[in-house]
């Protein structure tokens, strides 16, 4: 075969406007289709409403029949008789085409290439990408890639590279497959296998590991526009990164791509579909939304489908039908009515138009795993258990009750005491700390009783304290408190504090000096009980409870304990009261009853609750008295409540396990349609508000017909999935290893991987596209296999370095006469650097993690009202996991990618920039996240050897995967011990370069030497061909 | 249109050739010592593209003061002295024609017509009536065209703010400044061609959310994303080096670097290595460009009075309108700062009063700055919101408080310096401010201005992209504003 292209035009591959030379016989789709489209068709092509005179040139009926004029445009194989040749060709500017207004000119290569193909019987092609592929003999011989690539290079002129060296092929295979540079287990592997097939089982090694799913969901990441956030307006966070695992996890278990697209566009209407398969159908809720408020409902609810739509149309079928929502479109077939029938497809999900700023805007799920029901049946289970064992002991205890406030008890007043705090603040209250973490203290540190203490104390004021305490603490009858305190010989507080909450925290006892401003002094906001208690041994602390307006029966649903400027422990805290059961609702069942009526009464369940607030006077049923008793008595009655403690205990127990494992589970936004799909119509201009013709969901009528699973029926979107895959669509396999073969190589055998339309590119190599577009449907849409069949090419594997004519004469590769050479994406580049560093946390899956970041990305674009307004940086292992896993918010991308090329993900990208900034050397210089990964290497260096080659040697191995020469190790060597001079006389500034980071540096070292180590390393790291994949 | 393939051509560039764009102000010092004759900066240029400018530009340099939120034109420019009469009378429905509102008031029962509670007086030799809200603009109204009809699609912050900075309201599309990075290149080879600045607003306003897509390149380079110079950590992401590493020790390992990447470059043949080499070399020269861009020790006692007090703090309003006059100075070809606070929905009265106080005399000194320094002739400075406000009160109507929602129907913009008649004013509206009644404006006319102005044609400057021969000016027709050009 031979390129399509005269090899002149290579530099010029991407310009799909070129005349053929006089020689070649003319191609309408490579020769005359660019003309026409670009300087006719949006006057005289498919778009009907721009139309002039009547006359379409894009499809040959039209064009050789006669005008509205009475004219004939083309008469085949007569340009003197044909109309256009006359317009073409003519001076007179009032008939000149294009008209004189129109300032894009045809050039007269260009006019004489039309006269020609007139001449020649002015022959037409559909499109070539409308076509289904059909597939000749591969070349014979070798490798079917190499073998179409072969006879194209014979006539380009230029030689290919010998194979590249092994460590360069397993380093570019080890970062096109995962993402990362090969280990040295890896390394060695490879080096060590000399056997024939060594190639094979490394790729066949990478292709198994578990970050080859990574690599690969990162760039379909890019397509489906995934991100952690909603992306207008607020651009509050979204919960969706089930979808992003399931896309790393459909790569790894090689997922069938046409089942891939099928789960991600109609996983909803498979039968039963599996959680799965509804978190697959997140691919069309990724789109941004908004959540501003004055937003007018159909207007989103409008765009949202275009842009569903559009983004399909994009990434299947590599159609712009975008074009199409405003008109028909001007250059490929498709009319608006098309554009709006495949809308219909997308216009009834059921989320609404505004995101709420949301977590979750349904329609979305909880991601239960396989087990899920067996453990929550199990939960219910237990706790049911446990409570049949608590109403046994409940019905017993009723039995015995003898209510003090029914007036034939004899009554006993006694003094009561409440305990409130002992070991821990009330279970299920809401603990809060100001100062140090909380810190409860077990012997041997000071404890009064039961098992712990509160330890409290750290600079300024501090204090722990809990909150919403259900059912509330009640203040007795003449009520003391009192408080066990242990202060601290030597680190005496100034001031110790008790505060109550009681709408509001307005409750508070000191001792020591006046020194916590809070409340108003003197009153029972901020009650001096007298000077600190000794030191160094155990205080029990009263006052009564009256002097801080605590009146009995007041509710109190929190309390606090602070120190200002020492540390004390506190135990055992609580009230000494008087009580008379016969008043007293925490004895009485009739006095509870009758407190509780007319109100709610916190906590109770919901009939409970009812029948208290009716009040006692209410007529009860036996059953109904008997259920009010015994929660009476489990939960509130004073004597009896202890009898239930270890059931209570084991029912809290398990509703906090359970609640935890509800937690861990995400949930994520899915597709589903409304029960009643929405009347979809063309909308004029594209105006939300400018409905015109009805339609119903199809498939543009260029391509294929969509075959319905009900003939009779409304067309789904599982109609249209098994289209999009169907073996007639001439577009989604030639779509997708077109976009697989720009990730392997770096360009797209059609340049433009996002077009294959008329305005597209055309391909380089168009029978090698059609024969892997054929193959890899015949394989079965297997992934695997064809990243397999392009990494194993010879076009793969050879050396990037090459002559100098090579790359003048094809700067983009199109060729493939060199091995692809190309810069490391944003992600590679850290995850790479984290790896050299020995930093890296290959932990996978989860919530997107917030990891290093300059000051100042979010705040100042923020909204106040935001949750996104503010960075709040992770710590620990979130700081080292692989790129792919960061969190993404939309309007203001972490700079780390953004700087080197990363979408920003509110729109589809479908192939980014490869740009080389100054920014980026800044950052790969001084971002605190290379130059610590820096110092991880370097620390790995000095672990390495004690010998300085062999420290240069080992990163070399590390980040290039190769050895160093003599010559760059004395280059190096050189910078090295200009630098180890410099931190010998200046360890101070060594100690801050080897602290840069949250990773300590390792104990005991050469502090020096590692910072000058480590500039070496930041060096290596910032070598051009440490940052390219060569 | 232009080829994708120049997109090849051109990317081996960040920043531009000819350094500095008035030669008082050259760096000398920063162009000898470690690295003079070094960088093959010079040829790493980031040249205008081949037919750029299409015409003999008026201005070289863009200042765009967005007004964020929408600032409201009845209370500072579009002076409607009979509006009192009306005061809570309801808005007339022969005025209102029945158009949309943002559902925020569309249900209010009642569209009470809130006259400004502020007084107007005329200034300059043009008589421009102007409210007491902007008494140090008032003084440069003879330098200033105001256009008082501009109108716009969009009814609601984050699509209006798109369309006015990229022509349409869907997410993706180059911004203004990158536009004109790409098509002009830039004038220096020490600061990034375009630069956003967003400055500190006052506390009780209500700040919408900026997007990054307004300075961002869409689908061009992303070279040509506006480099956001911050007020607080590094002025320039990783400018500074890390901790324990000076700037003796970055010329020592760039000089290692150096040489090993020549070496690569040998070996392998790529000219992207030399791009590389070079851009690491211009990181260094930013390392002291930047620091000597934001050092204002060096400004007159004068020139900081012109901005006022507040021009000491960094990241205030005066203090980046300042920044903005540097950079245009030292070559920056686009300027776009963003002051936020801009949308008063419930106290208009009291919100604007402090957004006119935070920003008033920082843009008047800006324009008599740049005019004392014979700067205004070549650069262009355009003020504006994405939007207007509401004659009639969202919520309760006092004579000393209202609201006002969202108008897109027109409200004021103005321009002044390179290419920009002053003095002049385009454009009216309707007695209730409600709709333009002569020479409306698209903001899409706005944006063909500004480029018509830098020498270009905006309808010559396409890129192709997805099939399409996209324009900053959108698909429907616009044009430059004739009658405002000098």
Same mark, same amino acid.
């Given at each position: 075969m031979t390129l399509h292209l005269p090899p002149i035009c290579l530099a010029v591959? *991407?310009? *799909?406007?070129l005349p053929a030379a006089a020689a070649e016989p003319l191609s309408f789709n490579r020769d005359i289709r660019p003309i026409l489209s670009e300087h006719c068709f949006s006057c005289h092509g498919v778009d009907s409403e721009h139309r002039k005179g009547g006359l379409r040139l894009d499809v040959p009926e039209a064009a050789y029949g006669e005008g509205k004029s009475g004219e004939i445009a083309i008469v085949p194989g007569k340009p003197e008789e044909s109309e256009i040749w006359y317009r073409i060709a003519t001076d007179d500017d009032d008939d000149v085409m294009p008209p004189t207004k129109i300032k894009k000119r045809l050039s007269d290569a260009e006019k004489q290439t039309l006269k020609r193909w007139i001449e020649g019987g002015a022959p037409y092609q559909k499109h070539w990408a409308f076509e289904v592929p059909k597939v000749g003999a591969a070349p014979a011989g070798g490798h079917a890639i190499d073998s179409y690539l072969g006879a194209a290079m014979e006539g380009g002129g230029l030689a290919p590279t010998a194979e590249a060296d092994r460590s360069t092929q397993i380093r570019r295979v080890a970062f096109t497959l995962t993402g990362l540079p090969p280990s040295a287990e890896e390394l060695d592997q490879f080096l060590g296998d000399r056997e024939p097939g060594a190639y094979e089982r490394m790729v066949d090694r990478y292709l198994a590991s578990k970050h080859y799913g990574e690599e690969m969901a990162r760039h379909w990441l890019d397509v489906a526009r995934y991100a952690d956030t909603h992306g207008m307006h607020l651009d509050n966070e979204r919960q969706m990164y089930a979808y992003r695992d399931w896309v790393v996890g459909a790569f790894n278990r090689n997922l069938s791509f046409d089942q891939f697209t099928i789960e991600q566009v109609a996983g909803d209407l498979l039968p039963k579909p599996s959680v799965d398969q509804m978190v697959a159908t997140g691919f069309n809720r990724c789109n941004i939304t908004t959540g501003e408020g004055g937003t007018i409902p159909e207007e989103f609810i409008f765009r949202y489908a275009v842009e569903r739509a559009s983004t399909t149309a994009q990434t299947w079928l590599g159609l712009t039908a975008s074009c199409a929502v405003c008109h028909d479109h001007k250059f490929d077939p498709i009319t608006a009515k098309d554009f709006y029938s495949f809308y219909a497809f997308f216009h009834?999900? @059921?989320?609404? *138009?505004? %995101?709420?700023?949301?977590l979750l805007t349904n329609p979305s799920i909880k991601v239960t795993p396989p087990d899920y029901d067996a453990k929550i049946a199990a939960f219910t289970k237990r706790t049911a258990d446990l409570q049949a064992k608590a109403d046994a002991i409940g019905k017993e205890v009723a039995s015995r009750y003898k209510d003090p406030?029914?007036?034939?008890v004899p009554s006993r007043v006694s003094e009561v005491e409440h305990v409130?705090?002992? %070991? @821990?603040?009330?279970?299920?209250s809401k603990v809060t700390t100001q100062g140090h973490p909380l810190a409860y203290s077990a012997s041997p540190a000071p404890v009064f009783s039961g098992n712990a203490s509160i330890k409290r104390g750290g600079p300024g004021i501090a204090q722990d304290f809990c909150e919403n305490v259900a059912p509330p603490l009640v203040v007795p009858q003449g009520a003391k408190f009192f408080v066990h305190v242990y202060l601290d010989p030597a680190d005496l507080p100034k001031e110790i504090m008790v505060q109550f909450f009681n709408n509001g925290w307005n409750h508070r006892v000191f001792w020591g000096q006046d020194v916590i401003p809070w409340g108003k002094a003197g009153t029972g906001e901020r009650h001096r009980a007298g000077d600190l208690p000794g030191a160094g041994k155990w205080v029990r602390l009263e006052l009564p409870a009256g002097k801080m307006n605590l009146a009995p029966g007041t509710p109190v649903t929190g309390y606090a304990f602070a120190v200002q400027g020492g540390t004390a422990y506190f135990d055992k805290m609580g009230m000494v009261g008087k009580s008379d059961p016969a008043g007293d609702p925490t004895r009485s069942f009739i006095v509870w009853r009758k407190a509780a009526a007319g109100k709610d009464t916190k906590g109770a369940p919901g009939d409970i609750n009812a029948w208290l607030k009716e009040g006692p006077d209410k007529e009860r049923t036996p059953e109904q008295l008997e259920r009010l008793k015994i929660y009476y008595l489990q939960h509130v009655c004073a004597e009896t409540k202890p009898r239930f403690a270890e059931t209570a205990g084991a029912i809290a127990a398990v509703a906090k396990e359970r609640s935890g494992y509800e937690a861990s589970i995400p949930s994520t936004f899915v597709w589903r349609d409304l029960p009643k799909p929405r009347e979809s119509f063309v909308m004029l201009r594209g105006a939300y508000d400018k409905p015109g013709e009805k339609v119903v969901p199809d498939t543009p009528a260029v391509l294929p017909p969509l075959k319905k699973a009900d003939p009779d029926g409304r067309a789904t979107r599982l109609d249209l999935a098994n289209w999009l895959v169907s073996r007639e669509n001439p577009l989604t396999a030639r779509v997708t290893v077109n976009r697989f073969w720009q990730q392997v190589f770096g360009v797209g055998l059609v340049k433009s991987s996002h077009d294959l339309g008329t305005q597209g590119d055309l391909p380089s190599h168009p029978e090698l596209l059609d024969w892997l577009a054929v193959w890899f449907q015949e394989e079965g849409w297997d992934v695997k296999k064809l990243m397999r069949m392009m990494v194993t090419s010879q076009a793969f594997r050879r050396a990037s370095a090459a002559p100098a004519q090579n790359w003048k004469d094809d700067p983009e590769n199109r060729l493939l006469a060199r091995g692809p050479r190309i810069r490391l994406d944003a992600e590679q580049l850290r995850d790479s650097a984290l790896f050299a560093s020995g930093l890296l946390k290959m932990q996978m899956g989860g919530k997107g993690v917030k990891t290093y970041q300059p000051p100042n990305i979010w705040e100042p674009v923020g909204f106040r009202g935001s949750n996104t307004a503010t960075y709040r940086r992770d710590n620990g292992d979130a700081l080292y996991?692989?790129?792919?896993?960061t969190f993404l918010k939309r309007t203001a991308p972490a700079p780390f990618m953004a700087n080197f090329d990363a979408p920003n993900r509110e729109a589809s990208c479908f192939r980014r920039e490869r740009s080389n900034t100054p920014l980026q050397a800044l950052q790969l210089l001084n971002d605190v996240q290379y130059f610590e990964a820096a110092r991880g290497l370097a620390t790995r260096m000095m672990a390495s050897s004690t010998d300085g080659k062999e420290r240069f040697a080992f990163a070399y191995r590390v980040v290039l995967s190769r050895e160093p020469s003599e010559e760059e190790m004395q280059i190096v060597g050189a910078f090295f011990r200009k630098q180890l001079e410099k931190y010998r006389g200046a360890p101070a500034e060594a100690d801050k370069a080897i602290k840069f980071g949250d990773s300590p540096p390792p104990a005991g070292v050469d502090v020096p030497e590692l910072a000058a180590w480590t500039q070496v390393a930041n060096l290596i790291l910032n070598l051009d061909e440490s940052i390219v994949r060569n | 249109m232009i080829p994708e393939a120049q997109f090849a051509l051109n990317r081996r560039q960040f920043f531009g050739q000819s350094g500095l764009r008035l030669g008082g102000v050259a760096l000398p010092y920063l162009l000898g010592g470690a690295f003079s004759g070094r960088a093959s900066a010079a040829s790493e240029v980031h040249p205008a593209l081949s037919g750029f400018p299409h015409h003999k530009p008026k201005a070289k340099a863009v200042i765009y003061l967005h007004m964020n939120g929408g600032p409201s034109q009845l209370d500072t420019w579009d002076y409607k002295k009979d509006l009192i009469k009306h005061y809570d009378e309801d808005l007339p429905d022969s005025v209102r024609k029945g158009q949309r509102l943002s559902t925020m008031t569309s249900k209010q029962a009642k569209f009470p017509v809130a006259p400004s509670k502020f007084k107007f007086a005329q200034h300059g030799q043009c008589g421009r009536w102007v409210s007491e809200l902007l008494p140090h603009t008032a003084k440069v109204v003879d330098d200033i065209a105001l256009i008082k009809s501009v109108h716009t699609n969009a009814i609601n912050h984050d699509p209006a703010c798109t369309f006015v900075f990229s022509g349409t309201e869907i997410p993706g599309r180059p911004s203004l400044g990158s536009w004109v990075s790409y098509g002009l290149g830039a004038e220096t080879s020490d600061l990034p061609a375009f630069v956003a600045l967003m400055p500190r607003y006052p506390k009780d306003s209500n700040g919408q959310a900026l997007y990054s897509r307004l300075w961002g390149s869409g689908f061009l380079p992303g070279k040509h994303t506006g480099v956001v110079l911050r007020s607080a950590g590094d002025p320039v992401l990783y400018l500074d080096n890390p901790p324990g590493v000076d700037r003796e020790d970055r010329r020592a390992l760039l000089d290692t670097l150096g040489k090993l990447n020549r070496k690569s470059f040998d070996a392998f043949g790529d000219p992207d290595i030399q791009t590389r080499i070079a851009q690491y070399e211009m990181a260094f020269r930013l390392q002291a460009s930047v620091p000597e861009l934001t050092d204002i020790s060096g400004e007159s006692k004068a020139t900081l009075d012109l901005y006022g007090p507040e021009v000491k703090n960094t990241g205030s309003f005066a203090s980046t309108a300042l920044l903005a006059r540097r950079l245009v100075e030292r070559g920056v070809r686009v300027v776009q700062l963003m002051h936020r606070g801009w949308d008063s929905h419930g106290n208009l009265p009291y919100e604007l009063t402090n957004q006119c106080r935070d920003s008033d005399q920082g843009v008047a000194a800006l324009i008599q700055d740049l005019k004392e320094r014979d700067m205004l002739d070549e650069t262009l400075v355009v003020w504006g919101g994405e939007f207007g406000r509401t004659v009639?009160?969202?919520g309760t109507l006092t004579k000393e408080k209202y609201g006002r929602d969202h108008h897109p129907r027109n409200f004021c913009m103005w321009m002044a310096g390179g290419g920009i008649k002053g003095g002049i004013v385009h454009g009216e509206t309707d007695d209730f401010s409600y709709s333009p009644t002569l020479d409306p404006v698209h903001v899409n006319d706005v944006n063909a201005t500004i480029l018509h102005c830098l020498g270009i044609d905006h309808e010559r400057f396409t890129v192709r992209n997805q099939g399409l021969d996209v324009r900053l000016t959108g698909v429907e027709e616009a044009k430059p504003i004739k009658a405002i050009l000098a």
């Amino acid at each position: 075969m031979t390129l399509h292209l005269p090899p002149i035009c290579l530099a010029v591959l *991407a310009c *799909a406007t070129l005349p053929a030379a006089a020689a070649e016989p003319l191609s309408f789709n490579r020769d005359i289709r660019p003309i026409l489209s670009e300087h006719c068709f949006s006057c005289h092509g498919v778009d009907s409403e721009h139309r002039k005179g009547g006359l379409r040139l894009d499809v040959p009926e039209a064009a050789y029949g006669e005008g509205k004029s009475g004219e004939i445009a083309i008469v085949p194989g007569k340009p003197e008789e044909s109309e256009i040749w006359y317009r073409i060709a003519t001076d007179d500017d009032d008939d000149v085409m294009p008209p004189t207004k129109i300032k894009k000119r045809l050039s007269d290569a260009e006019k004489q290439t039309l006269k020609r193909w007139i001449e020649g019987g002015a022959p037409y092609q559909k499109h070539w990408a409308f076509e289904v592929p059909k597939v000749g003999a591969a070349p014979a011989g070798g490798h079917a890639i190499d073998s179409y690539l072969g006879a194209a290079m014979e006539g380009g002129g230029l030689a290919p590279t010998a194979e590249a060296d092994r460590s360069t092929q397993i380093r570019r295979v080890a970062f096109t497959l995962t993402g990362l540079p090969p280990s040295a287990e890896e390394l060695d592997q490879f080096l060590g296998d000399r056997e024939p097939g060594a190639y094979e089982r490394m790729v066949d090694r990478y292709l198994a590991s578990k970050h080859y799913g990574e690599e690969m969901a990162r760039h379909w990441l890019d397509v489906a526009r995934y991100a952690d956030t909603h992306g207008m307006h607020l651009d509050n966070e979204r919960q969706m990164y089930a979808y992003r695992d399931w896309v790393v996890g459909a790569f790894n278990r090689n997922l069938s791509f046409d089942q891939f697209t099928i789960e991600q566009v109609a996983g909803d209407l498979l039968p039963k579909p599996s959680v799965d398969q509804m978190v697959a159908t997140g691919f069309n809720r990724c789109n941004i939304t908004t959540g501003e408020g004055g937003t007018i409902p159909e207007e989103f609810i409008f765009r949202y489908a275009v842009e569903r739509a559009s983004t399909t149309a994009q990434t299947w079928l590599g159609l712009t039908a975008s074009c199409a929502v405003c008109h028909d479109h001007k250059f490929d077939p498709i009319t608006a009515k098309d554009f709006y029938s495949f809308y219909a497809f997308f216009h009834s999900n @059921a989320d609404p *138009a505004l %995101d709420g700023n949301a977590l979750l805007t349904n329609p979305s799920i909880k991601v239960t795993p396989p087990d899920y029901d067996a453990k929550i049946a199990a939960f219910t289970k237990r706790t049911a258990d446990l409570q049949a064992k608590a109403d046994a002991i409940g019905k017993e205890v009723a039995s015995r009750y003898k209510d003090p406030g029914d007036s034939l008890v004899p009554s006993r007043v006694s003094e009561v005491e409440h305990v409130w705090f002992e %070991d @821990a603040f009330p279970a299920g209250s809401k603990v809060t700390t100001q100062g140090h973490p909380l810190a409860y203290s077990a012997s041997p540190a000071p404890v009064f009783s039961g098992n712990a203490s509160i330890k409290r104390g750290g600079p300024g004021i501090a204090q722990d304290f809990c909150e919403n305490v259900a059912p509330p603490l009640v203040v007795p009858q003449g009520a003391k408190f009192f408080v066990h305190v242990y202060l601290d010989p030597a680190d005496l507080p100034k001031e110790i504090m008790v505060q109550f909450f009681n709408n509001g925290w307005n409750h508070r006892v000191f001792w020591g000096q006046d020194v916590i401003p809070w409340g108003k002094a003197g009153t029972g906001e901020r009650h001096r009980a007298g000077d600190l208690p000794g030191a160094g041994k155990w205080v029990r602390l009263e006052l009564p409870a009256g002097k801080m307006n605590l009146a009995p029966g007041t509710p109190v649903t929190g309390y606090a304990f602070a120190v200002q400027g020492g540390t004390a422990y506190f135990d055992k805290m609580g009230m000494v009261g008087k009580s008379d059961p016969a008043g007293d609702p925490t004895r009485s069942f009739i006095v509870w009853r009758k407190a509780a009526a007319g109100k709610d009464t916190k906590g109770a369940p919901g009939d409970i609750n009812a029948w208290l607030k009716e009040g006692p006077d209410k007529e009860r049923t036996p059953e109904q008295l008997e259920r009010l008793k015994i929660y009476y008595l489990q939960h509130v009655c004073a004597e009896t409540k202890p009898r239930f403690a270890e059931t209570a205990g084991a029912i809290a127990a398990v509703a906090k396990e359970r609640s935890g494992y509800e937690a861990s589970i995400p949930s994520t936004f899915v597709w589903r349609d409304l029960p009643k799909p929405r009347e979809s119509f063309v909308m004029l201009r594209g105006a939300y508000d400018k409905p015109g013709e009805k339609v119903v969901p199809d498939t543009p009528a260029v391509l294929p017909p969509l075959k319905k699973a009900d003939p009779d029926g409304r067309a789904t979107r599982l109609d249209l999935a098994n289209w999009l895959v169907s073996r007639e669509n001439p577009l989604t396999a030639r779509v997708t290893v077109n976009r697989f073969w720009q990730q392997v190589f770096g360009v797209g055998l059609v340049k433009s991987s996002h077009d294959l339309g008329t305005q597209g590119d055309l391909p380089s190599h168009p029978e090698l596209l059609d024969w892997l577009a054929v193959w890899f449907q015949e394989e079965g849409w297997d992934v695997k296999k064809l990243m397999r069949m392009m990494v194993t090419s010879q076009a793969f594997r050879r050396a990037s370095a090459a002559p100098a004519q090579n790359w003048k004469d094809d700067p983009e590769n199109r060729l493939l006469a060199r091995g692809p050479r190309i810069r490391l994406d944003a992600e590679q580049l850290r995850d790479s650097a984290l790896f050299a560093s020995g930093l890296l946390k290959m932990q996978m899956g989860g919530k997107g993690v917030k990891t290093y970041q300059p000051p100042n990305i979010w705040e100042p674009v923020g909204f106040r009202g935001s949750n996104t307004a503010t960075y709040r940086r992770d710590n620990g292992d979130a700081l080292y996991r692989r790129s792919i896993y960061t969190f993404l918010k939309r309007t203001a991308p972490a700079p780390f990618m953004a700087n080197f090329d990363a979408p920003n993900r509110e729109a589809s990208c479908f192939r980014r920039e490869r740009s080389n900034t100054p920014l980026q050397a800044l950052q790969l210089l001084n971002d605190v996240q290379y130059f610590e990964a820096a110092r991880g290497l370097a620390t790995r260096m000095m672990a390495s050897s004690t010998d300085g080659k062999e420290r240069f040697a080992f990163a070399y191995r590390v980040v290039l995967s190769r050895e160093p020469s003599e010559e760059e190790m004395q280059i190096v060597g050189a910078f090295f011990r200009k630098q180890l001079e410099k931190y010998r006389g200046a360890p101070a500034e060594a100690d801050k370069a080897i602290k840069f980071g949250d990773s300590p540096p390792p104990a005991g070292v050469d502090v020096p030497e590692l910072a000058a180590w480590t500039q070496v390393a930041n060096l290596i790291l910032n070598l051009d061909e440490s940052i390219v994949r060569n | 249109m232009i080829p994708e393939a120049q997109f090849a051509l051109n990317r081996r560039q960040f920043f531009g050739q000819s350094g500095l764009r008035l030669g008082g102000v050259a760096l000398p010092y920063l162009l000898g010592g470690a690295f003079s004759g070094r960088a093959s900066a010079a040829s790493e240029v980031h040249p205008a593209l081949s037919g750029f400018p299409h015409h003999k530009p008026k201005a070289k340099a863009v200042i765009y003061l967005h007004m964020n939120g929408g600032p409201s034109q009845l209370d500072t420019w579009d002076y409607k002295k009979d509006l009192i009469k009306h005061y809570d009378e309801d808005l007339p429905d022969s005025v209102r024609k029945g158009q949309r509102l943002s559902t925020m008031t569309s249900k209010q029962a009642k569209f009470p017509v809130a006259p400004s509670k502020f007084k107007f007086a005329q200034h300059g030799q043009c008589g421009r009536w102007v409210s007491e809200l902007l008494p140090h603009t008032a003084k440069v109204v003879d330098d200033i065209a105001l256009i008082k009809s501009v109108h716009t699609n969009a009814i609601n912050h984050d699509p209006a703010c798109t369309f006015v900075f990229s022509g349409t309201e869907i997410p993706g599309r180059p911004s203004l400044g990158s536009w004109v990075s790409y098509g002009l290149g830039a004038e220096t080879s020490d600061l990034p061609a375009f630069v956003a600045l967003m400055p500190r607003y006052p506390k009780d306003s209500n700040g919408q959310a900026l997007y990054s897509r307004l300075w961002g390149s869409g689908f061009l380079p992303g070279k040509h994303t506006g480099v956001v110079l911050r007020s607080a950590g590094d002025p320039v992401l990783y400018l500074d080096n890390p901790p324990g590493v000076d700037r003796e020790d970055r010329r020592a390992l760039l000089d290692t670097l150096g040489k090993l990447n020549r070496k690569s470059f040998d070996a392998f043949g790529d000219p992207d290595i030399q791009t590389r080499i070079a851009q690491y070399e211009m990181a260094f020269r930013l390392q002291a460009s930047v620091p000597e861009l934001t050092d204002i020790s060096g400004e007159s006692k004068a020139t900081l009075d012109l901005y006022g007090p507040e021009v000491k703090n960094t990241g205030s309003f005066a203090s980046t309108a300042l920044l903005a006059r540097r950079l245009v100075e030292r070559g920056v070809r686009v300027v776009q700062l963003m002051h936020r606070g801009w949308d008063s929905h419930g106290n208009l009265p009291y919100e604007l009063t402090n957004q006119c106080r935070d920003s008033d005399q920082g843009v008047a000194a800006l324009i008599q700055d740049l005019k004392e320094r014979d700067m205004l002739d070549e650069t262009l400075v355009v003020w504006g919101g994405e939007f207007g406000r509401t004659v009639y009160s969202q919520g309760t109507l006092t004579k000393e408080k209202y609201g006002r929602d969202h108008h897109p129907r027109n409200f004021c913009m103005w321009m002044a310096g390179g290419g920009i008649k002053g003095g002049i004013v385009h454009g009216e509206t309707d007695d209730f401010s409600y709709s333009p009644t002569l020479d409306p404006v698209h903001v899409n006319d706005v944006n063909a201005t500004i480029l018509h102005c830098l020498g270009i044609d905006h309808e010559r400057f396409t890129v192709r992209n997805q099939g399409l021969d996209v324009r900053l000016t959108g698909v429907e027709e616009a044009k430059p504003i004739k009658a405002i050009l000098a």
